[in-house]
């Protein structure tokens, strides 16, 4: 079993929708969680941050986390065609000093 | 500001053959990573350096793979001898030293072994 898990996709949605993408992961002592996006043929940038169970929000960007559930979620509104990109979710355990990274799930918003 | 630089972007070698690849990190962070990102996959680490110290080299493959980074600043990633299987983007980043999660990534260099 893979340490962080993401379905490959393509996720295909409509601009102007809701795009949820999905993560899971299995070490439980995981302790802080990152949302990277990454356009093709370009290195990732991080987009998104959480540390504690619930919702943040960031414009149109909301991190989902449930450290009960394992499950860590990105949603994106409004979804443009300049979303379309591969988004990477990362975790650290908290004391390793450093990011273990899922295999990503690329998004593709429809014009 | 700079952000993390990089070089070569593209290297296109024979197997067997040595490569090198440079990084220069943002301007004060003082965590430096190289990571490889197979294609379709995500990035994973090779090495982790506080300053001048390799903190994390447990990914590295040191049969193959050496890392330096002299003077805490700029580092080089060696490979030597590659094998046909080290095709990959190779992926440096820099950090504050308050490990936040925040990693700022270089373009990447793409190495082709043939």
């Known amino acids: 079993q893979k340490e962080v898990e993401q379905n490959s996709g393509p996720l295909s949605v409509p601009e102007g929708a809701i795009a949820s993408l999905n993560c899971t992961y299995s070490d439980r002592v995981s302790q802080s969680f990152f949302w990277y996006r990454q356009y093709s043929g370009k290195s990732p940038e991080l987009i998104m941050s959480i540390y504690s169970n619930g919702d943040k929000e960031d414009g149109r960007f909301t991190a989902q986390l449930n450290k009960a559930s394992q499950y860590v979620s990105l949603l994106i509104r409004d979804s443009q065609p300049s979303d379309s990109a591969t988004y990477l979710c990362a975790l650290d355990r908290g004391s390793s000093y450093k990011l273990i990274f899922g295999s990503g799930t690329r998004l593709l918003v429809r014009p | 500001e700079a952000g993390v630089v990089q070089s070569p972007r593209y290297k296109i070698i024979e197997k067997k053959q040595p490569v090198a690849f440079w990084c220069n990190p943002i301007s004060g962070h003082n965590t430096l990573y190289w990571y490889l990102q197979n294609l379709g996959q995500g990035p994973e680490l090779l090495i982790r350096?506080?300053?001048?110290?390799?903190?994390?080299d447990s990914q590295l493959p040191k049969d193959r793979f050496s890392a330096e980074r002299l003077k805490g600043v700029d580092s080089t990633l060696k490979i030597q001898p590659a094998e046909l299987g080290d095709s990959a983007v190779y992926l440096c980043a820099s950090s504050l030293a308050s490990f936040g999660g925040e990693l700022f990534f270089g373009e990447g260099s793409r190495l082709t072994v043939l």
């Open positions: 350096y506080e300053n001048e110290e390799a903190v994390d």
